[in-house]
């Protein structure tokens, strides 16, 4: 597949890494945006504190800074304080922290985040801190990591793991939680697919499809698999044993992906053969939410609607951008 590559400079490694229209920002780094175009804007301002994430709303008005492996969390409106967060500080050590954001069509804007406990997500107005998600149910004993919205914001996906450990995935309804909130506290694991058990990675594909990886483990070996799943039809709709191990997915179209595990990959959804490789920028040894025995990932950010990512180096960003077919 046809590719561009850009250079972004920086005055160091970025702190942290998210898309905004056209720009790369560095929110946890002070909010600084540097524009495809060279250009650069930095409001010089800092955070005092020992984040090393960030997620952007898709209309970039918000924005969370978070420690990955810790409990704090910081809700931003463009650079303005609008509250701290917090989350669980069961196993917060060992899994990444559970927090999204989406813009509705409203402009109102969905905060995603476990303020309460590690197995109960919640959502939340973004501007008033209003809990949209009230009950009283008890809630499937899941540990919630790496959630994210779906692009037009029916779904949410977790990407987590239960005990011994076991990695899971779920899939929640949006308009049924904001309705129904004790949804939430269903196992909601998918039917078809092991259950959503032994799925290390997730994300969203076009027409209501959910792309995973799972890993099956026998004595001697562990083996990969790249899938496709209907959430309107609940059921597998394909699935291919992957050459290499697979991470954080992105997906391109209908017949590829780009996997992020070592560095960036394309991959056949058809074959599961690595088609292209960019092996000089390293996106970290990351296969799923459990991570603590892991060096930090670099910083990479993925723009699945305009086909492209980036990643953090030493003095700038490479931004990737995939021929459309």
Not at 112 to 117: F, G, I, L, V
Not at 126 to 146: C, M, N, Q, V, Y
Not at 257 to 276: A, E
Request: aromatic share 8%; net charge negative; proline share 6%.
């Amino acid at each position: 597949m046809d590719f561009q590559r850009q250079t972004l400079k920086t005055p160091g490694a970025v702190s942290s890494l998210c898309w905004s229209g056209d720009a790369l920002v560095d929110p946890v780094g002070g909010m600084v945006r540097y524009g495809l175009d060279g250009g650069t804007d930095d409001p010089h301002v800092r955070y005092a504190y020992r984040f090393d994430r960030a997620v952007m709303s898709p209309d970039g008005r918000y924005s969370v800074l978070y420690e990955s492996l810790g409990t704090a969390g910081l809700l931003l409106e463009g650079t303005r304080v609008v509250r701290q967060l917090m989350r669980d500080f069961y196993q917060a050590h060992v899994h990444d922290y559970p927090v999204a954001l989406h813009t509705l069509p409203s402009g109102r804007t969905l905060l995603a985040h476990c303020p309460e406990s590690y197995c109960v997500v919640e959502l939340e107005d973004a501007a008033t801190g209003e809990r949209l998600t009230k009950r009283d149910s008890t809630p499937a004993d899941i540990f919630h990591s790496r959630l994210q919205f779906s692009p037009d914001g029916r779904y949410l996906a977790s990407a987590g793991w239960i005990w011994h450990p076991v990695d899971a995935a779920s899939v929640f309804d949006v308009p049924r939680a904001l309705e129904e909130p004790a949804s939430l506290d269903s196992a909601a694991l998918m039917e078809g697919v092991e259950g959503g058990i032994f799925l290390t990675s997730v994300a969203f594909g076009a027409r209501d499809t959910l792309v995973f990886v799972r890993l099956e483990e026998s004595r001697d070996e562990a083996s990969f698999f790249l899938g496709t799943y209907s959430l309107a039809e609940k059921k597998v709709l394909s699935e291919v044993e992957l050459e290499e191990p697979a991470g954080p997915l992105m997906v391109v179209d209908a017949e590829h992906v780009v996997d992020f595990f070592g560095h960036p990959k394309l991959v056949s959804r058809t074959t599961g053969r690595v088609v292209q490789r960019w092996e000089d920028l390293d996106t970290g040894r990351v296969l799923a939410s459990i991570r603590h025995h892991l060096p930090p990932p670099p910083h990479f950010a993925m723009d699945a609607a305009n086909r492209r990512f980036a990643v953090g180096t030493p003095s700038g960003i490479e931004v990737v951008t995939l021929a459309a077919q």
